[in-house]
């Protein structure tokens, strides 16, 4: 019998696929998961639905498995993430007749950024999510304007869309297997909500950016809200690229190399410093080849470098960054990191995230954030929805229970 | 904005959001977990369809069978054993009772009915062989006494009370005593005649039939003039039992003695008293003197002269013949 509480949360990554069969009630915890290779999907983009769809339904039917809900589990939550998905800001505009901001004057504002919203996004997307940056009050910004004075609010939008025709297909994965899409959410605000620690302040500003194998997915914060998301499509898929044309190696011998030898600030003290690819455990060849340790750093460096300039840029647009970053994601595990992106924007402090929620503890890896972070971000949701609801919300589901 | 405009500004937003994009929720066998997946699915399905139809087909075809009496049909004409306990009824009467057909399978439970309708029959079980054939299991009433009607019809008096016809039953049954004075009652349940509170004067009859044959074979009659229609009456002192002895040959009282009164709950004292009485000498002194009356009526009544001492007696109240 189908379980309503249980839930597959799925990030489909362009290296690997994650799934966490979780149970929603009474709380939130992981009852099964399972991790492997995704085929059909690179740089974040699908090339190859036939193949994503066969690997994704392993690692779900895997993970359903471990959890001992075969074939139960009728819910997804996805993350969304690629080229194809956007942000934008708009504004909503609305003066305030009395000289006192009331709920009216908000829900006026809101409504003309939504009419906004709407007139902006194109016909071929749909909103995936969209939030309050913040609320300016001739043109100061405020936190909450209710009951200040002014003469014109405007209710500061940011919106995530995401391509008809890439949604299309990312809901077909689920589908495909009896399962309705109930949670989506892009994959930038499901790593900074796993990497979010209890000490962290709120209003702090901070960027949490989650590089992954083809995209790097990217949320600023300022003072709690969200500034801006943004998705680089260059990942650590580009890296191992760069180093098997750069080294003139194998993809197989670059991504190992990575793996074990990655330094993303590459150390000029000993230029001449070689790796033998022999070293490599459990493989034997019948020729010796060796690469340059400092070469290799340096084209990790490089590619690493445009990516933070790039997403350091998109930031600063509007207002120079000051406060925390986050690394997380798979390749956020490589040495040397931290100090390339403190350099970049403009030294400040940068932190390895992990994701740190007590229900996954399992699964303290960066490569996790994602995954761990939807499921805690989906909980949420419901949590909100079920408030929202009240005693009806609570009679329905348990009537939809019953029958 | 008025809040019409607001909500279908929501309800534009709601179109443009990730769930207004249709789903089409369906297992397909594209893949190797969806095609595990489709077919659990179905056989899942196919499995559940079928307890479901088997419980189902399983309800009906008892049910069926029920209001069909678990008929079973025989190719051939239907034989029938047919037992009974008491003797009296047989296969004879069975076909000829419920109009038996050999040759079409009956409904038990009907066939049950119409032997139950039969007041002899107290219990009655009807069951098909393997081989299609039948087996009728009867359990008897065990009359007690007689009842003659207006007519000079004669019907028997179960032990329970239920009267039931005669014709069945062979002639050395008539030296049963007859009951007079009866009221009749009708069984709600059966819609059967019978005797109220007969359990008690089955319980006298077969006291005096078995433990004082000799006195027993001698009466005649049975009066329930003063014999209480509610067991729970029986312990007063008018629940009396009047017995009419046989006017015969056979019977040096029968001119003696008009009738004996016994008492309705206290009667094996007075059996036992009366038993013994007539085995001694001044019995017979006391009924044959040629200066005593000419008839008696035998009383039995309680000595309460020593409370502590109470004990029964017997009286003979002297009686014009032909004026009890």
Known sequence: MAQDNILAVIDIGSAETKVLVVDLEPQLQVIGAFCAKTEGMRKGEIVNLGALKESVHSVIGQAEKLAGAARRVRGACLAVSGALVGGFSVKGLTSVKSGVVRADDKDAARADAFDACLHRIPENRHIVQHMLRRYLLDRRQREEPLGLSGRELTYDLWVIDADDTYLTELYQIPNRLGMTVRGLFPASLASAEAVRTFAQIMDDNRLVIDIGAGTSDFVLFRDGAVVCTGVIPVGGEHITNDMSRGLQIRMEDAERLKIKYGNAYARDDDVFAEIDLDSFEGELKGFSKHVSRYKMELITELRLRELFTLIAKKINAEEAFSGTVFLTGGTAQMEGIGKLASAIFGNAEVRIGEPSLSFARAYAEPKYSTVVGLAKLYRDALSQKREALGKSGWFRRFFRGMF | ?324
């Open chain 2, 1 to 324: 904005m008025s809040r019409k405009q607001n909500q279908s500004l929501a309800e534009r937003m709601h179109a443009k959001e990730w769930r207004a994009l249709p789903q089409d929720v369906a297992l397909s066998g594209d893949t190797k977990s969806g095609t595990r997946r489709l077919f659990g699915e179905i056989l899942r399905k196919f499995s559940v369809v079928l307890l479901v139809g088997g419980i189902a087909s399983l309800f009906v075809y008892v049910w069926l069978d029920m209001m069909a009496g678990f008929s079973e049909e025989k190719s051939g004409p239907i034989a029938v054993t047919f037992e009974s306990d008491g003797g009296m009824l047989d296969e004879t009467w069975f076909r000829a009772w419920t109009e038996f057909d050999e040759n079409s399978a009956p409904n038990l439970h009907h066939l049950r009915d119409r032997i139950m309708a039969y007041p002899q029959v107290s219990a009655a079980r009807v069951m098909r062989l393997p081989n299609g054939d039948l087996r009728v299991d009867v359990r008897e009433r065990c009359p007690v006494a007689r009842l003659v009607d207006k007519e000079g019809r004669v019907r028997l008096v179960a032990t329970d009370g239920v009267i039931f016809p005669s014709e069945t039953f062979p002639l050395q049954q008539s030296m049963l005593p007859i009951l007079q004075d009866v009221r009749i009652a009708i069984d709600a349940k059966t819609g059967f005649e019978r005797v109220p509170a007969m359990e008690k004067l089955t319980d006298f009859i077969e006291t005096a039939r078995t433990a004082y044959g000799k006195l027993f074979r001698e009466w005649d009659t049975i009066s329930l003039r003063d014999f209480p229609s509610d067991l729970r009456d029986i312990r007063h002192s008018w629940s009396l039992i009047y017995v009419v002895p046989k006017a015969s040959a056979q019977n040096p009282e029968h001119a003696k003695v008009v009738e004996y009164v016994f008492s309705a709950s206290r009667f094996r004292e007075d059996l036992k008293l009366l038993a013994a009485a007539r085995e001694h000498k001044t019995w017979n002194d006391a009924l044959g003197a040629p200066n005593r009356p000419p008839a008696y009526r035998v009383l039995f009544i309680t000595n309460r002269k020593d409370p502590q001492k109470e004990f029964r007696e017997i009286r003979l109240i002297p009686v014009q013949k032909g004026n009890p």
